[in-house]
DNA sequence: AAGGTTCCCGTGAACGTTATCGTTAGCTGG
DNA sequence: CCAGCTAACGATAACGTTCACGGGAACCTT
C-alpha cells in the first residue's frame, strides 16, 4: 500500500555529503573530464555510503535513452528462441543493460505495436526478429533507435545485423545425405516469410523444379501433414531435409507412423538443434546454430553500436551434428 | 547516426493546438475526472492528429511509475519457462504494459542483484519465481514495489501470490501408480530449494522413510544419474514419479539404456508437461500444469492489485495426462 | 437574493538529472 | 608582469509530465 514511502536519495544528498556540487558528483558517476582524481574518489566513496541510485526516469528524462534494451521475437514459446533470450539476457547483465521482450507472433501489425513502443519507452536500442519483408518499417524503427537485425539484412547502412548461414549449413546437409547414398531426396519447407536460403539452397543443390518441396506450417503437426505430402507426390523418397526440427520431428513420427524405419528406409535431418532434437527417439540428425551465441553476439553488436563504431555484419557458421536419424 | 533528430511532440504542442491548459491534455488522456465530455473528444483528437506520444520518461519521472512490469526467472531455457512466459506477454501486452526479464539461474546474489535494478527501474509491478528461501529479501522487495510470488507463499500480505497445487497434483500421480496395480513407488525429487510439496506428498502418501527418494539435479542427465541411484538402493522398484519431466525423461532414458521396458517393467510419471513430454518415446505421462495461464494470471493478480485491489492468493490445479510411460 | 455546491479549467511548482556556460585559480610563455 | 591558457568546479536552465492549488461560472437551495 505504502510503496515508495522511503525516501529518495538524490544527486543533491551525495552533493551536500560529500561538499561539492551535483554536476561534480554527475562527472565523477558518469566518467566525464573535468574531474580531479581525488574528488572523484571521495564523490564515489559517500555515493556507496548513502546507497545512493540515480534516477533512471530522471536520468532518461535529459538523455533519452534508458538502460534497457528490446528484444523483439516471433515466439518465446518456439524452441528456437529461449536459447537466443537467454545470451542476450546474459551479455546485457554484463552490460548493466535489461532486457524488455516483445512477442510479435511475426504478424506485422504486433511487430509494428512494438516498434512504437520500443521509441515511445526511448530504449537504448533493439533488436529484433523481423518477418516484415517490407524494409520500410525496418529502416524507420532503424532510423529511430540503435537497431540490430538478426537472420536478416537492411539496406539501411546503419542497421546492423546477425545472421546465421543458411545456405551453407543447407548444403551441407545435402552433402552429407548424398554422401549416405541417398539420390531422392525432399524438402519440408516452414510456411514463414523471408527466409528463403534453405529452399534456395536445396533446389540449387538439386537442379530441381520444386516439386520435391513442399510447404507446411513449421510446427510437429505441421511436419506430420508435410510428409504425406511429401511421399504421396513422391513415394520413392528415401530422405528429407527439414527447414527446422519441429517439421523434422513431425516427419520422423508420420515415418514411424507409415510404418518405415528411420534411418533405415527413409533419412530425415533437420536444422537448429533445439533440445527436443536430442531427445527424441530416434535422436534427430541435425544442423546445428549456436542459438546461444547469436543472441549474446546479437547485443555485443549492438553494444558497439552504441559505443559509437559503425553497423557491422557478421555471420555465424552452423555445423551438422549427426545422430540417429541419418 | 542522428537518433533522436526529430523534435517530440510534447503535451504543450498539443494543448496549444487543442486551444487548452496542457493540465487538461492531462486529464485527457488520463480519464481523470473534471473535464467536460466535449472537451476531452476535442483533446483526444488533437492528440491524434499530432501523432502526440507522452514521454514515459517524464510521466514516470513524476508518478515513479514506468509502463512496464518485471518477471523475474530463474532460467528462459527451462522448458517450463517460456509457456509462463508468453502468457505473461500476452496478459501484459493486452493491458498496455512492458515486460522486463531477469534471468537468475536460481542464485540468490543474482535475485538480489535483479531486485536491485526492480526498484531502480521503478517498474510498476514486478512477478518473480525466487528461489531464495529467505523471506526477507522477498518482503523487502514486496515493500518497494507491488509484488505477486510463483508458486511460494510469502508471509507479507502484501504480496500476491499465484500457485499451482503441487500436493493433489502430487496425490494424483502416486493414486494413477497404485490404480495400476504398482506397489514399489519410487521417486526422483529435483535439487532445488523451496519447493517440498512433492516431496512430502510422495511421503505423505507411501508412509516411508525418505530412502526411496532420490535427490538429483532437475535435468535429464540428473534422471538418468537418479534413477541409476535408485535401482541401486530398490532393484524392485516398478514405478517412478519424478519431480519435473525432464527428470522423468532422464530415467525414461536410462531405463531403455538398462534394458528394462517401459512401462511394461517400469512405469515413469513426470511433473509440468513441457512440450517435449509428448515427443519423447514413448510419450511420457505427466502432471500437467497449465503454464500459458500461470503467466497469465500472475500478471493477471498483479494487474488487481495495481488498480489498487487487495493482495490476493490464487491456486491452480494440476491434472494428469496420462499417455505412453504408465 | 445570498450563500453553497458542483463542474470545468488554468497556473505554478516540483520530480532528479545532465548540458551549457561561467568562474576561479594556477600555470605558461614572451 | 601580463595576456592567454587549462584544469577543476559551480550556478542556472532545461527535459516533459502530473500534483496541489485556486478560481470562475453555472446551478441549486432556502
Redesign the pocket.
Known sequence: MDHGSS?????????RAA?????????A??D?????????RKVLATIEELD????A???G????KAGTLALIIPDITNPFFPAVARGAFDAAAARGLGVVVHNTDADPAAEAEASRRIVDDGVAGAIAFFEEVDDGAVTALGRRVPLVVADRHSPDPTVASVRSDFATGTRTAIAHLRDRGHVELGMLDGAVHGKPERRRAFLEALGDDGDRVVTAPATVAGGTAGLRELLARHPGTTAVFAFNDLLAIGAVRALKAAGRRVPGEVAVVGYDDIPMAALVDPPLTTVHTDKYELGRTLVEVLGRRLDGHPAEHRTLAPRLVVRGTS
Not at 566525464?32 to 572523484?40: F, L, M, P, Q, Y
Not at 528524462?61 to 533519452?64: K, L
Open positions: 525516501v529518495r536519495v538524490t544527486i543533491d544528498d551525495v552533493a561538499g561539492v556540487s551535483r554536476q561534480t558528483v554527475s562527472r558517476m558518469n566525464k573530464g573535468d574531474i580531479s582524481e581525488a574528488t572523484r545512493y541510485r540515480p534516477s526516469f530522471a536520468r528524462m535529459r538523455t533519452q
